[in-house]
C-alpha cells in the first residue's frame, strides 16, 4: 500500500531542544509561509521554559518571509514588557494589536484568516 505526501505535509526538524517535535517546513511551497498580506511584527516575550522554546519555534516555521520576528527575554526586564503589560511567558503581541498569552488556540501561520481569528480573540487591551 502507497501513501502519498502533500507539500504541506512535508516536515523537518528546525534546531531546538526538541529534536523529535516536527513541524511544517517553512521551504517546502504551499507550506505555513504563504501569507501574501501585509508584513507584521511578532514581538514574544519569553524565560527559560519549554513552552516558549517550542512557541518559537512554531512561529519561526509559521511565519512569512516579510514578517520580523523579535524575541524578548523577560529576565532582561525589557521595556516593551512594561509597554505591553506582559505579565506570563510566553506572550505574544503582533503588530502592536494583539497579545496572546500562552501558546496560541490554533497553529501559527502566517495567514491573513490567521490574523483575523487573532485580533478577534486577542486584542491587546491596554489600561488607560
Not at 521554559?49 to 511565519?63: H, M, T, V, Y
Amino acid at each position: 500500500m502507497s501513501s502519498s505526501i502533500t507539500a504541506a505535509e512535508e516536515t523537518y526538524e528546525p534546531i531546538c531542544k526538541n529534536p523529535s517535535r516536527k513541524v511544517p517546513d517553512p521551504r517546502v511551497k504551499n507550506s505555513y509561509s504563504s501569507h501574501t498580506g501585509m508584513p507584521h511584527r511578532i514581538e514574544v516575550f519569553t524565560g527559560n521554559c519549554p513552552l516558549c522554546r517550542s512557541l518559537l519555534d512554531d512561529i519561526e516555521a509559521g511565519k512569512c518571509s516579510g514578517c520580523s520576528l523579535v524575541s524578548y527575554d523577560m529576565s532582561e526586564n525589557p521595556p516593551q514588557a512594561l509597554h505591553y503589560e506582559v505579565g506570563v511567558v510566553p506572550t505574544v503581541v503582533i503588530d502592536g494589536e494583539i497579545k496572546i498569552e500562552g501558546k496560541p488556540d490554533m497553529p501559527f501561520v502566517c495567514d491573513n484568516d490567521t490574523y483575523a481569528h487573532f485580533r478577534k480573540k486577542y486584542p491587546l487591551r491596554m489600561r488607560p
